[in-house]
């Protein structure tokens, strides 16, 4: 046995003490991170060491008599510590780049001081372009991870003093060489130069509005981060010269999320904003996810999104407007007349009734219109629902007041039976208009299927229906539109064991975070607990397709919700055929989000492996793979290359999936480690 003097001890014992509380230290740490982070799955002594993220402070401003204009900027890690700029002394480089901008007195806009011109390589013509301030500015080191920054460009000497300026910052931090990515911030400061306290902003949608969609709001490479920082260059006095389209945010932004409904490209022609290396951002296939009518989605009115500004949605002008409308010609009377922005308000006053001149009213989505009764369905009582019966339904269907409707007087009510509740294979859908209403209100609705004799498990009941109703519009005009029903269901044991709900792998409210209320099939489908109902795994196109149309498609909901979303990424056509004939093409969706964030969709980690080992395989015709199994399948709708298949294929076998050998929770190459930013 080794004998050690006592010095020798105490010091060996130091060490193993601060390798364990470095350790215990370093674990705490990555526990700031979550699963959507790559430094979450990263060392922890690397993250001990090396600390990822990145914060920014601007902690003062000030504009000289001689116009010099000056920021002190604080850099730190997400645990406050100072970062270097150079990065020789803590790890990772970073640079900042500085924009300056004021809001004219008696404007609501932003005028950038830094800016360049800009020379189309295309047409030849420039045009001024708010940005960065150009290389030349001065840092000064003040304190350990505080500089101050000297612009280059400087205000005119008769700058408004008293008026709102704002300073914005973007930097990055450079962690590749850690395998950490590289972390982004930005940052901006109001002030008034004169020193009177700030009054105007800027501020009619916030961050978190634009999040709920886009994930966390960022542009030009991820650097330029929050609606704060893009106000600052997206201004009127922005023009991209290789288009002739203004880059102000109100106009940009309305007219790419207009992007394929606007006039202009339903006419044929494109919107297109020409970027950084000639690079073509074509915006003309764009679909918003919601009704482009429903304002509200992104002006909120209430709660904790509502910015300071929101009700600036209220306040027509000729460039917010025209961005969506962008066939009219005010100047000229062309479809519209108004020669100055204040004649908008003096017949589009803020509110009014649906579907009048009012800015509320002219953008009323009549499926959501004040006029519709309303209708609501209940399942009150399932009796004989058990193996080889047919099942006995009593229901209610009533408008919003509570008044029974009769079966009869929907324009559609359907009652489907579906089991089991492990994968979907066995489907009624049957009509129930023609079922008499009790003096009760209630009706019972027998089924003329019955449940097969050999089933087991649990099945589930689900009603669908609406009621057409006629809206009067400001002219008198009669819009009849589907006032549909949210749809029900009820699940149930067939064979006495424990009723055993349907996984739940997605929620209804994350898809209505963007789609703000999913109601595809004529609003008749509205709910998640529907859909799977028919989109199987063995569902395809098939019996809508002509022979002329090819091979069926996939309509299994998970094979089909991944190709959808990732539709620009296809490599091959995505087209669905469905009712009546229609062609559903998917193939220039692009997911506002990043396509790796599944939890942006998912529920309760459902999208780890292994699935459920009652899973089906897919059927998938048009697919690589014309047989999938589930993780295949599903996993194919994102990672679409012949190579990906092949490597599905390798681990499949007649005894099924291998995948959670290495995208298993604990792998190396586990789901949630492969899709981490």
């Known amino acids: 046995m080794t004998r050690y003097s006592i010095r020798t001890r105490v010091i060996l014992f130091a060490v193993a003490l601060f390798a364990v509380l470095g350790g215990i230290q370093a674990a705490n740490r990555k526990k700031e991170f979550t699963a959507r982070d790559k430094a979450f799955f990263a060392d922890a002594r690397t993250i001990s060491f090396v600390r990822p993220g990145l914060n920014l402070k601007i902690v003062a401003a000030e504009i000289l008599t001689d116009g010099t204009i000056r920021a002190r900027v604080q850099i730190s890690d997400p645990k406050g510590v100072p970062l270097e700029r150079e990065g020789i002394n803590t790890p990772g480089a970073v640079s900042m780049s500085f924009i300056a901008a004021y809001i004219p007195n008696g404007q609501t806009q932003y005028v950038s001081y830094t800016t360049l011109t800009q020379v189309s390589t295309i047409t030849g013509k420039s045009a001024i372009q708010a940005g960065a301030d150009a290389a030349g500015g001065v840092f000064t080191k003040t304190a350990e991870g505080e500089y101050l920054y000297t612009f280059r460009t400087k205000a005119p000497t008769t700058f408004e003093a008293d008026s709102t300026h704002t300073i914005g ?118 679909g918003f996810p919601s009704d482009i009518r429903n304002c509200n989605v992104c002006h909120v009115q209430s709660g904790p999104n509502t910015a300071t500004q929101a009700t600036n949605m209220y306040q027509p002008s000729r460039a917010a407007c025209g961005s969506c409308h962008d066939d009219l010609d005010f100047a000229a009377g062309k479809g519209h007349f108004a020669a100055t922005d204040n004649q908008c308000s003096e017949c589009h006053r803020p509110d009014g009734k649906d579907f ?118 400001r002219d008198d005009s009669v819009v009849t539109v589907r006032d549909a029903a949210i749809n029900v269901w009820k699940t149930f044991s067939i064979d006495n064991s424990p009723v055993a709900q349907r996984r739940k792998v997605v929620s209804i409210d994350k ?166 930013k």
Request: overall charge neutral; aromatic content about 6%; proline content about 5%.
């Open 169 to 286: 910052v973007y930097s990055s931090r450079v962690l590749t060489e850690f395998d950490l990515g590289t972390n982004f911030a930005s940052a901006t400061f109001n002030f008034v130069p004169s020193g009177g306290k700030v009054a105007v902003v800027r501020d009619v949608i916030k961050d978190a509005t634009c999040s709920t969609c886009h994930g966390e709001i960022s542009a030009h490479g991820g650097a330029r981060r929050g609606i704060e920082m893009c106000v600052l260059c997206h201004t009127p006095q922005t023009t991209d010269p290789d288009t002739g389209n203004t880059v102000d945010l109100a106009v940009m932004a309305h007219k790419i999320h207009a992007g394929s409904s606007l006039p202009s490209v339903k006419a044929g022609g494109k919107y297109q904003i020409i970027g950084f290396g000639n690079s073509v951002n074509d915006y003309s296939k764009v």
């Open 356 to 473: 009048d001149l009012s800015i509320r009213g002219s953008h009323q989505i009549p499926e959501y219109s004040a006029q519709l009764p309303g209708t609501k369905l209940a399942i009150l009582d399932i009796k004989d629902g058990i193996a080889g019966k047919k099942p006995i339904v009593t229901f209610a269907v009533k408008d919003a007041k509570g008044n029974p409707i009769k079966p009869s007087d929907m324009n559609s009510l359907a009652i489907i039976l579906a089991g089991d509740t492990k994968e979907y294979t066995t489907l009624f859908s049957e009509s129930a208009i023609a079922t008499p209403m009790a003096a009760s209100g209630e009706a019972t609705y027998t089924f003329t299927n019955a449940i097969p004799a050999t089933s087991k498990g649990s099945f589930t009941i689900s009603m669908t229906g609406y009621k057409n109703a006629n809206l009067t519009r």
């Open 511 to 676: 898809c209505n975070v963007c789609h703000f209320q999913l109601a595809p099939h004529g609003r008749n489908r509205n709910q998640i607990e529907t859909c799977v109902l028919c989109h199987t795994p063995s569902g395809t196109d098939v019996a809508r397709r002509t022979p002329a149309q090819g091979a069926s498609e996939s309509i299994h909901l998970g094979t089909m919700i991944h190709r959808i979303h990732a539709g620009k990424k296809q490599i091959r056509d995505y087209t669905i055929i469905g009712f009546g004939g229609s062609v559903n093409n998917f193939n220039s969706v692009g997911f506002p989000n990043e396509l790796n964030n599944c939890a942006a969709c998912h529920v309760n980690g459902s999208e780890a492996l292994p699935l459920p080992e009652t899973n089906l395989n897919v059927s998938d015709p048009r697919g690589w793979i014309p047989s999938a199994g589930p993780a295949a399948a599903v996993c194919s709708g994102c990672h679409v290359s012949k190579a990906a298949a092949s490597h599905f294929l390798l681990n499949s076998s007649q005894l099924g999936e291998g995948c959670a050998v290495c995208h298993g929770p604990n792998a190396d190459f586990a789901v949630s480690k492969v899709h981490a």
